[in-house]
């Protein structure tokens, strides 16, 4: 052999090495310094318990997954984070005392929720002690409408974004029918009804009747009473706008009544979650809306997302619900937003979040200015049938992707969101 040759490759393994040990020198130094430096912690007030603790518990482990990989990347200029948590089992006063808890221990940034209500009642105490409070499964309007202020960012989409979608794929395959609303007693159920009927034209509660489950509680023989009403009213289209425990209860009741079988059911916020609790034969073929599934990135090719979803389905055994996706986001973009601003104050990351756009998971997001809402693609879905679910290796392959709309086109513009302030009295701008 050629001894030049065999000396030049020789160099070149060893230069390899010298760079393979500069970067393992270079990772171990960043991770000791982080290590080394005063953590800084953020607090989630999520469901631990009650009507909504699936939703809760995938919130919490897409937060300690962003937390992780941000921690192993240096942290957030140059300290680690913690993770704080407290339970409001989706309770207004509850969630609202959590704030308190979770400031007093020195959060420095609060998200969370799976009730709009809780997510309005803990903003509110958030403003009050100067923190930023980020909303993960809150799809009521009010909360960025007529309860929204400078200190309050949702991330998911809200109900007139998923009414809008899900309304165009109804009124094209479901026109001049009849419809039925079951509707959860509380800000989310209200103005989800309202969107609803707005976009698929079933305004007239003479025509298209309704009843409603209160909110928390909402036993078995309420909802089989609101079942029944609904059997009763001769609706083709049975919309039930409900969430968690309530939901599962009502399509399995829905599914001994053969409802499911002489209805199409609507469910307008689907989570996967949900999904698996009722089980993949009841689900079949219901319509619903999301701002975000597991398959997302896999029909659409988005490389980041792809990675999310692989590296929490190696973690935790299961792929990423919407709750997942939105606390992994929210930790990521308060992160990038301390890293523009310099610094962990409140009033500077309102400057650095308002009019930021960016791309994680899917498409291009935006914090929009005026409303701190959330602007991003959304999505019609239908339930799969069986079948297609259990040959999936988790057995949760349930979502076909119907239709996605823009988020500039399915969001409320600025001069409506105006209009809806001025209607409860708030002043046209945040505050």
């Not at 309202?194 to 036993?219: Q, V």
């Not at 996706?325 to 929210?330: L, R, T």
Request: hydrophobic share 40%; net charge negative; proline share 4%.
């Amino acid at each position: 052999m050629d001894t030049t040759r065999t000396g030049e490759i020789t160099m070149r393994h060893a230069r390899h090495g010298l760079s393979t040990l500069l970067c393992a020198g270079v990772t171990l130094l960043a991770s000791l310094t982080v290590s080394a430096a005063p953590p800084v912690a953020i607090g989630i007030n999520y469901p631990r318990s009650g009507e909504y603790s699936q939703e809760g518990l995938m919130q919490m482990r897409g937060a300690l997954m962003a937390i992780d990989e941000i921690n192993a990347a240096g942290g957030v200029l140059g300290r680690p984070i913690t993770l704080l948590e407290a339970d409001t089992a989706s309770r207004p006063a509850q969630a609202a005392d959590n704030v308190d808890q979770l400031a007093d221990q020195g959060a420095r940034m609060l998200f969370g929720g799976s009730s709009s209500a809780v997510a309005v009642a803990a903003g509110q105490r958030a403003r009050q002690r100067g923190l930023l409070y980020f909303g993960t499964l809150t799809y009521s309007n009010d909360t960025t409408g007529k309860d929204g202020h400078r200190y309050m960012f949702r991330e998911c989409y809200n109900a007139w974004m998923s009414s809008r979608v899900l309304g165009q794929h109804l009124r094209e395959h479901f026109a001049d029918q009849r419809y039925f609303y079951i509707t959860a007693d509380y800000t989310w159920g209200h103005t989800t009804e309202a969107s609803m009927r707005r976009f698929t034209d079933t305004e007239s509660e003479g025509d298209h009747g309704r009843t409603m489950i209160p909110f928390p509680g909402g036993r078995y023989r309420q909802i089989q009473a609101a079942l029944t009403e609904a059997a009763e009213s001769e609706a083709e289209v049975l919309v039930m706008v409900l969430f968690g425990n309530q939901m599962v209860t009502a399509m399995r009741i829905a599914h001994e009544m053969g409802l499911t079988r002489r209805m199409q059911i609507v469910v307008p916020n689907l989570t996967l979650s949900m999904v698996e609790q009722a089980g993949p034969g009841i689900m079949a073929g219901v319509l619903g809306a999301s701002p975000w599934t597991w398959n997302v990135p896999f029909h659409y090719d988005y490389p980041r997302g792809q990675a999310f979803v692989n590296a929490f389905a190696e973690r935790y055994e299961t792929y990423p619900s919407t709750s997942a996706a939105s606390a992994y986001s929210i930790v990521y973009q308060w992160r990038d937003a301390v890293e523009r601003a310099r610094s962990f104050d409140s009033e500077r990351l309102i400057a650095a979040l308002e009019g930021h756009r960016y791309s994680l998971l899917k498409d291009e997001q935006q914090w929009r200015a005026f409303d701190h809402q959330n602007v991003q693609t959304v999505y019609a879905v239908r339930i799969n049938p069986r079948e297609t679910v259990m040959a999936d290796r988790f057995r949760q392959n349930y979502f076909e992707i119907l239709d996605a709309m823009d988020g500039e086109r399915a969001a409320q513009t600025q001069v409506e969101w105006i209009a809806e302030r001025r209607r409860y009295g708030q002043p046209p701008r945040l505050e």
